[in-house]
C-alpha cells in the first residue's frame, strides 16, 4: 500500500496507540469536512464523550436525505450485502443487515413464515459512515447500512424475509429472487454443526471457501476476525491506510452465505481502523449489528456470547491483550478479561450447557508466521483452563495447526488425528483456522505439513512467542499435532456430549478430525 500523505512519522507512530492516532487523524482533518457527509444523512452528528464529532455511527428517522450523499429513484437502487446474526438468545433474537449504494427512502425490512406471507415493514436503522481521502489515491467515501433487530422470535423456526424501500419492496412478484431465509435456535438442543474460520478478504478462494461452508448447511459461522483486509497493512499504525470500498466488495461477496447462515465476527488486527473511533471500531460498529451482551459494546464489539442448543460461544476481542500488535492493548482497562471470568464461570454453572467455545483472533498456540501471542497466554489461557473450555478456536495465521489437549502449556494428551480427548480430564485443543482466503502462510524451513494420518507423535518444532517487550522469545514445543497450509475451515458436528470438529480444505476434503466429549475414559 502507498504510505499516505496524511502520516505521522513512523518514529512517532509506533508509539501511538489507536485512540491517539483517532485524535491526530480528527485533528488533521477539518471538522467541517469530516461531518460534511455524516451531518447530511443524518440531519446532525452524534458527539462522542469528549466532545468530538462521530459521524460514524449515526441513526436516523427514515426519510430523504440530502447534500453530499446522492439520492436517486429507489427502483433503481437494490440493497445488497445482506448479512445476519444473532442477538444475545439464538431463540428469540435476530439481527438482518445490509447495505445500499445510495441514500433511500423508508428502508424496511419485512419477514414472515413463507415467502408469500411476509408482515408490514419494519423501519431500518441507517447507520452512515463516512471515510476522508486518507491517502492522495484514494476518495472520499461514504457508506449506508442498515439493521433492523428482530426480537420475540419463534424457537426453531424457519422464516423468510425481505429488505427493501420506498421504489423497492422485495414482495412484488418481479423481487421474489431477493427473498431470504434464516434459521433460528432450537427451544431444546438438538444436533447441529457449525463452521469457523479467519483472515477471509476478497477473493475467489474466499468465496470458494463460502460456497463449500454453504454446504454443510450450518447453524451459524464464527469469523475468528481480519474480515476484509480493508487495511491492508494491519499493524495497528496511523500509516495503515485503508480502502473503504474493500468493505463493499466484502459484503457482496459474503452475502451468498450471510444472508442465510447467522455470520458471526469478532475483531482481528487489520480489523482496526483508527479514524472511525477511538478504538477504530466504528466502521465494525456500522456494519454489524452483533450481540450486546459484552462489557463495553460500544468500545468493544467484537466481545460478547451467546448459548445455541447445548454449545456456548463466546467470542473475545485479541487486540486487547496483543503483545504482538500494540496499538489496543489496554483498551477495555482489564474489563474483557473480568468479564471473561465471571461470563465463563456462569457459563459451566448452567445445566444447558455442555460445551463451551471460545474464539478470536491472535493465536495461543502456533507454529506458523505469528506464531504465538504471549499476551493471550498470559492473560486468557488460566482462565480457559480454570473453567476447562472445551475448544478454542484462532485465526492470525493463514493455516490450519492445531495443538494436542493441553493443561497450562504442557500436553495433557496426545490428540492425533481421529482420536478422542475430555477437555475436563485432558486439557484444551487450540486450532489455528485462518486460511479462509488470504495469501496462505507456511511453518517455516524444514518444518512439514503433518495431517490426514501423516502425523508424526510430537514431533518437535522450534518457533517462538511475542513477550509483553514485543520481543519474540524462541520456544521449542511439541504440541503442534497437525499441520496443513491449503485453504480451510473447521466443521463442528454437534450431538449430546459430543463435538466432533473437522478441519475441511476448500475442496471439501477433510484434511483432520478429532473429538470433543465429556466424561469419555
Same mark, same amino acid.
Given at each position: 500500500?502507498?504510505?499516505?500523505?496524511?502520516?505521522i512519522?513512523?518514529?512517532?507512530?509506533?508509539?501511538?496507540?489507536?485512540?491517539?492516532q483517532?485524535?491526530?487523524?480528527?485533528?488533521?482533518?477539518?471538522?467541517?469536512?469530516a461531518?460534511?457527509?455524516?451531518?447530511?444523512?443524518a440531519?446532525?452528528?452524534?458527539?462522542?464523550?469528549?466532545?468530538?464529532?462521530a459521524?460514524?455511527?449515526?441513526?436516523h428517522?427514515?426519510?430523504?436525505?440530502?447534500?453530499?450523499?446522492?439520492?436517486?429513484?429507489g427502483?433503481?437502487?437494490?440493497?445488497?450485502?445482506?448479512?445476519?446474526a444473532?442477538?444475545?438468545?439464538?431463540?428469540?433474537?435476530?439481527?438482518?443487515?445490509w447495505?445500499v449504494?445510495?441514500?433511500?427512502?423508508?428502508?424496511?425490512?419485512?419477514?414472515?413464515?413463507?415467502?408469500?406471507?411476509?408482515?408490514?415493514?419494519?423501519?431500518?436503522?441507517?447507520?452512515?459512515?463516512?471515510?476522508?481521502?486518507?491517502s492522495?489515491?484514494?476518495?472520499?467515501?461514504?457508506?449506508?447500512?442498515l439493521?433492523?433487530?428482530?426480537?420475540?422470535?419463534?424457537?426453531?423456526?424457519?422464516?423468510?424475509?425481505?429488505?427493501?424501500?420506498?421504489?423497492?419492496?422485495?414482495?412484488?412478484?418481479?423481487?421474489?429472487?431477493?427473498?431470504?431465509?434464516?434459521?433460528?435456535?432450537?427451544?431444546?438442543?438438538?444436533p447441529?454443526?457449525?463452521?469457523?474460520?479467519?483472515?477471509?478478504?476478497?477473493?475467489?478462494d474466499?468465496?470458494?471457501?463460502?460456497?463449500?461452508?454453504?454446504?454443510?448447511?450450518?447453524?451459524?459461522?464464527?469469523?475468528?476476525?481480519?474480515?476484509?483486509?480493508?487495511?491492508?497493512?494491519?499493524?495497528?499504525?496511523?500509516?495503515?491506510?485503508?480502502?473503504?470500498r474493500?468493505?463493499?466488495?466484502?459484503?457482496?461477496?459474503?452475502?451468498?452465505?450471510?444472508?442465510?447462515?447467522?455470520?458471526?465476527?469478532?475483531?482481528?488486527?487489520?480489523?482496526?481502523?483508527a479514524?472511525?473511533?477511538?478504538?477504530?471500531?466504528?466502521?465494525?460498529?456500522?456494519?454489524?449489528?452483533?450481540?450486546?451482551?459484552?462489557?463495553?459494546?460500544?468500545?468493544?464489539?467484537?466481545?460478547?456470547?451467546?448459548?445455541?442448543?447445548? #454449545?456456548?460461544? $463466546?467470542?473475545?476481542?485479541? +487486540?486487547?491483550v496483543?503483545?504482538e500488535?500494540? /496499538?489496543? &492493548? %489496554?483498551?477495555?482497562? *482489564?474489563?474483557?478479561?473480568?468479564w471473561?471470568?465471571?461470563?465463563?464461570?456462569?457459563?459451566?454453572?448452567?445445566?444447558?450447557?455442555?460445551?463451551?467455545?471460545?474464539?478470536?483472533?491472535?493465536?495461543?498456540?502456533?507454529?506458523?508466521?505469528?506464531?504465538?501471542?504471549?499476551?493471550?497466554?498470559?492473560?486468557w489461557?488460566?482462565?480457559?483452563?480454570?473453567?476447562? #473450555?472445551?475448544? $478454542?478456536?484462532n485465526?492470525? +495465521?493463514?493455516?490450519?495447526?492445531?495443538?494436542? /489437549?493441553? &493443561? %497450562?502449556?504442557?500436553v *495433557?494428551?496426545?490428540?492425533?488425528?481421529?482420536?478422542?480427548?475430555?477437555p475436563?480430564?485432558?486439557?484444551?485443543?487450540?486450532?489455528?483456522?485462518?486460511?479462509?482466503?488470504?495469501?496462505?502462510y507456511?511453518?517455516?524451513p524444514?518444518v512439514?505439513?503433518?495431517?490426514?494420518?501423516?502425523v508424526?507423535?510430537?514431533?518437535?518444532v522450534?518457533?517462538?512467542?511475542?513477550?509483553?517487550?514485543?520481543?519474540?522469545?524462541?520456544?521449542?514445543?511439541?504440541?503442534?499435532?497437525?499441520?496443513y497450509? %491449503?485453504?480451510s475451515?473447521?466443521?463442528?458436528?454437534?450431538?449430546?456430549?459430543?463435538?466432533?470438529?473437522?478441519?475441511?480444505?476448500?475442496?471439501?476434503?477433510r484434511?483432520?478430525?478429532?473429538?470433543?466429549?465429556?466424561?469419555?475414559s
Amino acid at each position: 500500500m502507498d504510505t499516505p500523505d496524511v502520516g505521522i512519522p513512523e518514529t512517532l507512530a509506533r508509539r501511538m496507540s489507536m485512540p491517539e492516532q483517532h485524535a491526530y487523524l480528527r485533528a488533521r482533518f477539518s471538522r467541517r469536512r469530516a461531518l460534511a457527509g455524516a451531518a447530511a444523512v443524518a440531519g446532525g452528528a452524534a458527539l462522542l464523550g469528549d466532545g468530538a464529532a462521530a459521524p460514524v455511527f449515526a441513526a436516523h428517522p427514515a426519510g430523504p436525505v440530502r447534500g453530499s450523499v446522492v439520492q436517486v429513484d429507489g427502483a433503481l437502487v437494490a440493497p445488497f450485502g445482506r448479512h445476519l446474526a444473532f442477538g444475545a438468545d439464538p431463540r428469540t433474537q435476530l439481527r438482518v443487515s445490509w447495505q445500499v449504494p445510495f441514500a433511500v427512502r423508508r428502508p424496511f425490512l419485512r419477514v414472515g413464515p413463507k415467502p408469500w406471507e411476509l408482515g408490514p415493514r419494519i423501519e431500518a436503522e441507517v447507520r452512515a459512515l463516512h471515510t476522508p481521502a486518507l491517502s492522495g489515491k484514494l476518495p472520499e467515501v461514504e457508506q449506508l447500512y442498515l439493521h433492523v433487530a428482530l426480537d420475540g422470535l419463534t424457537p426453531g423456526a424457519t422464516y423468510s424475509y425481505g429488505v427493501g424501500h420506498d421504489g423497492f419492496d422485495p414482495a412484488a412478484p418481479e423481487r421474489l429472487g431477493t427473498l431470504g431465509t434464516f434459521r433460528t435456535a432450537p427451544a431444546a438442543p438438538g444436533p447441529f454443526v457449525f463452521t469457523a474460520f479467519g483472515d477471509q478478504g476478497v477473493g475467489y478462494d474466499a468465496l470458494g471457501n463460502d460456497q463449500v461452508i454453504l454446504g454443510q448447511n450450518p447453524a451459524f459461522h464464527l469469523h475468528a476476525g481480519d474480515l476484509c483486509y480493508a487495511d491492508s497493512t494491519g499493524h495497528g499504525r496511523e500509516s495503515d491506510t485503508y480502502d473503504a470500498r474493500v468493505w463493499d466488495q466484502f459484503l457482496a461477496q459474503t452475502e451468498t452465505v450471510a444472508k442465510s447462515v447467522p455470520w458471526m465476527v469478532t475483531t482481528g488486527n487489520h480489523d482496526m481502523e483508527a479514524w472511525y473511533s477511538p478504538n477504530g471500531y466504528g466502521g465494525q460498529s456500522a456494519r454489524w449489528s452483533l450481540p450486546d451482551n459484552g462489557p463495553d459494546p460500544r468500545g468493544a464489539p467484537g466481545v460478547y456470547s451467546f448459548v445455541y442448543g447445548n #454449545v456456548a460461544v $463466546v467470542a473475545l476481542d485479541a +487486540n486487547d491483550v496483543s503483545y504482538e500488535i500494540p /496499538a489496543n &492493548r %489496554g483498551c477495555t482497562d *482489564g474489563k474483557q478479561t473480568a468479564w471473561l471470568d465471571r461470563r465463563l464461570g456462569e457459563l459451566r454453572a448452567r445445566a444447558d450447557v455442555e460445551f463451551v467455545v471460545v474464539f478470536f483472533h491472535h493465536c495461543a498456540y502456533s507454529t506458523s508466521t505469528h506464531a504465538s501471542d504471549g499476551g493471550v497466554r498470559d492473560s486468557w489461557v488460566p482462565l480457559f483452563d480454570q473453567h476447562r #473450555v472445551d475448544l $478454542v478456536i484462532n485465526g492470525h +495465521n493463514h493455516v490450519y495447526e492445531r495443538t494436542d /489437549a493441553l &493443561r %497450562g502449556g504442557e500436553v *495433557g494428551r496426545p490428540v492425533p488425528v481421529g482420536a478422542s480427548t475430555d477437555p475436563a480430564r485432558d486439557g484444551i485443543v487450540y486450532v489455528t483456522a485462518g486460511g479462509a482466503g488470504k495469501d496462505l502462510y507456511g511453518f517455516g524451513p524444514g518444518v512439514p505439513d503433518s495431517h490426514e494420518g501423516r502425523v508424526r507423535d510430537r514431533e518437535a518444532v522450534t518457533t517462538f512467542r511475542w513477550t509483553r517487550s514485543r520481543e519474540a522469545h524462541p520456544e521449542t514445543v511439541t504440541w503442534s499435532r497437525v499441520r496443513y497450509t %491449503g485453504h480451510s475451515f473447521l466443521a463442528v458436528e454437534v450431538t449430546k456430549g459430543r463435538m466432533t470438529v473437522s478441519a475441511l480444505a476448500s475442496d471439501g476434503r477433510r484434511v483432520d478430525r478429532f473429538d470433543v466429549r465429556r466424561g469419555s475414559s
